[in-house]
């Protein structure tokens, strides 16, 4: 039975300051060709130099990655003739890449599978090109920006498995701070390379290349193993190709025939100094990486927080790290309903994020609080969060006299009576013996009181005077 | 001996991305040939050293300095070959 | 006219100490005897140069090299002065930046008088694949002025300019300094900052001084060397006084003559000159032995295998898209490239670029470069083993003396084997100097070939100016 391979080829953008390889700033969006040096562009006589900044945030994604490390490393020249590449070789890490033999974990269906890396190295990124009506415009603002390369091994099954790669992946990227890992905007690239077999060789693989979304890297690595299934089965041979996934028709079409093995004519790049890491130094960049998000996840499955809210907060670093600042302070299961329901809903509202809001944790402390010791009504709790999210204390906005909720039993009393006398069935209800009945009546109660009505005397009151009927 | 046949001296044309007509090719041919057959020398003679030896320059651990120089659009565009004012332009070959 | 510019630096910086003359001066006179030369040994004339050494009016002579006309070879990078590497290709380029070593020239108010001629990307030993026409010597018109410094060389041994810039990665100051009768060193690798210098070879490339006596060329190698913080390849080794020890006592010195150095591929007259200094050196009680060093008769495949390699992938960058020539058709990219390459270079880099992508291509990799790597690094241990034992080794620096320009043109081969001496110093790092030490029957002048220690340089100056002052000779 013929059964797919599936090897997954990232490219990661990283946030560093400066390029890799000189030093310019590391950004591209401005306006084409304005963000360059006289190393990006290759001008005669120029030597390239090695960031430190990039060189520990290789190092922090191979150790992320549980990789071996390369404690002696150079760099090496891949040599190919294209116009987005300035010198006419890209200085990368063949020999030597910074973190080799190393995996992640998934979970498929309720199993953790690990998938093995082969590698991650550093190399360098070309300019932008565009094509248009037969012409390639260049734009060497990204000539020189620092990517990481993680290749796994030829170990994933389906394209199910895939796409949870993919995903842990850029998860794991996002938390170590290191690039901003977005698939559409470019910072993150994925190539995969897929084949079929019905034994243990391998058969020949195709790549799919520049995959624009995570979706579509299951759908292109899906369509890919039908197409391949159908040519075996009809006796056709498969050829080694490049394809491209089209958005449109949902298929993965031909680019180029892969030549017989590009020549790259690979040698030491003579022209940078060698890296020696320490165990030292590894291991300090090792206790200092920030908390993953496997083990955050850990965390909030032994506090008891849903798996709904757990992937909200998780997938969201934003929200992640503002979750982690008040997650000791309060009863964490009704803050992340209060986050990831009203928070969240505020800001997709007003377009920001919860750092652009001017939001503090200690705020959000206070409100949870308020909220548990039952000082505010949910309803209450509704309404102050936009004003908190606009910076307002929650205490002087309590104090405000609007806010108390009515504990005076005579007012309350009234209340109770206009909305008993408005729902005799659920009176009815109650004598028969239905709790929901005095759920229900309470719902009414606090909608009559606009949400101002004190829960816990509202409840007594409400049962004494069932009662009493 | 020959170490390189007419197709051969095309084929490393093509990656030093030189063009060459028949002339050239014929003219290269045997030059080639005569620097190949000296280069030989390599492949055949005994060593025991199992080491490379990139330069004789060791350095490790050197770090750029961290201050940025840069250039202007206007600089740049002005030595390249085609331009449009905000890119520098080249014919496509692929659509990739 | 003056003719200041025949003096040493020395004897000029006194002049301009004494008022005897300006930096203007100067420059008019290099200026005038540039026009009235027939050596074509420029490229580019600095349109600044008279206002530049105006400026310097009035200014604290503050070093030894202040006001000091200087000529530099046409592959090191100099802001908004054109520089082209005597090449079709970057005929009309004028570069953004400085050199590393330029900044520091400019730093101790030398005049740039020019940019120098030379072989075309410094491929070439003879100064006739520059795209700009041939540099004559001038000793002799009709002889080679050696090269790939041609231009450097004959400004210097003419008296245009008393110093000039050159580079070397298989012997290209060291041999048209024979050539010439004149003083050229290429510095330990990682003493001279490569950052501005186009790069021909990676791993041998290095920027020397080349001058008409000792003194002055120690001079400027103070002042172009130090770490450069923008070549990673270069050395953190401290710059002392390059000329502390011109003068002192040769007599501890222990010296080796490699006998292949000494062999049948040299000429009689060269090596009966080289063993006249021999003696001259033995009299004074230095201790000198001929040894065997294996490995130096690998220096042309070497040379073939790793120098050509590394161009092959230097000269990449060179598509006529960012900059330089291009062919002026609109064709697709990968015919636009090939054209453009091959119109913008000449037949010795072509050939050169061709056989670097094949040792480097698919299997060749191993079994020519990283074996050439290995030998390498056996041919440097050759070297070490023999600086345990001995602080300087000699020789001649060429197979024989200047020859007739137009000899080596068709043949493929021929343009490296002039190189065969200096080569080996480039593979190991090593600094070497070249001095003149006489002349043959023909009156040509013969150079010899002191190599050093890493970074002692110093101690060849030392052992080169005892030479120079007592070798009796006439002086070029």
Redesign the interface.
Known sequence: MLKPTIGIEVHVELNSKNKVFSNSINSFKEAPNTNISEIDIAYPGTLPTLNKEVLEMALKAALALNCNINKHMHFDRKNYFYPDLPKGYQITQKNTPIGYDGYIEINVQGETKRIEIERVHIEEDTCKSIHYNKETFLNYNRAGVPLIEIVTKPVIKSSEEAVLYIESLREQLLYLNISDVKIEEGSMRCDANVSLSDNDILGTKTEIKNIGSITNVGLSIEYEINRQKDLIENGIKIVEETRKFDDKSRQTILMRTKETGNDYRYFPEPDLAFVDLTDEYINKVKSNLPVLPNTIRQKYIEAGINNHNIKTIISNKDICDFYEIIFDKVAPELAANILTGDIIKELNKNHISIKESKLTGEEFINLIKALENNKISSKQCKDLIPLIMSGEKVEKLISNSSFQLITDKTELSDIIDKVLANNPVSIEDYKAGKDRAVKYLMGQIMKESQGKADPKTVSVELISKLKSL | MEMLNKNDVYHVANLAKLALDEEDAEKYHGQLNDILTEIEKIETVDIKEQDIMISSSNNTNRFSNGSTTHISKDEVLARASRTNGDFIVVSSVFND | MTNYLSLSVKEIHKLLIDKKTVPLDLVKEALEKIENSNLNSFITINESALEEAKSLEGLNIDNPLFGIPVAIKD???TKNLR?T?ASHM?EN?????D?TVIEKIKEKHMIIIGKTNMDEFAMGSTGETSYFGNTLSPLDNTLVPGGSSSGSAASVAANIVPVALGSDTGGSIRQPSSFCGIVGLKP???RVS??????FA???DQIGPITRNVYDNALMLNIISGMD?????S??KEVEDFTKKIGKDIKELKIAVPNFYMGNAINEEVKNSVKNIINLLEQQGVKIDYIDMPYLE?A???Y??IAL??A??N?????????GY?TEE??????????T??IG?GNEV??R??????????KN?D????????????L??SFKKVFEKYDLIIGPTNTNVAYKLGVKQDD??KS?YDDLLTIPVNM???PAISIPIGYNSEKLPIGMHIIGN?FKEDVIYQLASYIEENRGDAKC
């Open positions: 592959n090191i990078s520089t590497c970057l380029y004028v570069p953004l930046y050199a330990t690798y990682g490569r950052y501005g210098l186009i790069a990676s791993s041998l913080e923008k070549d990673q390849t050395s953190e690998y042309i495949p070497l073939q295998t390699g590394e092959s992938s000269l990449a960058r060179f598509d006529g898209i960012k900059y291009s609109t064709l697709d990219i990968d015919t636009f490239v090939k054209k390459r091959s270079f072509k050939r670029i061709m056989i670097g992508s094949y040792v480097l291509s698919g990799a079994k020519y470069y990283i074996k050439a790597l290995k030998l390498r690094k056996e440097t241990n493929a081969l490296f190991a790092g090593l890493y």
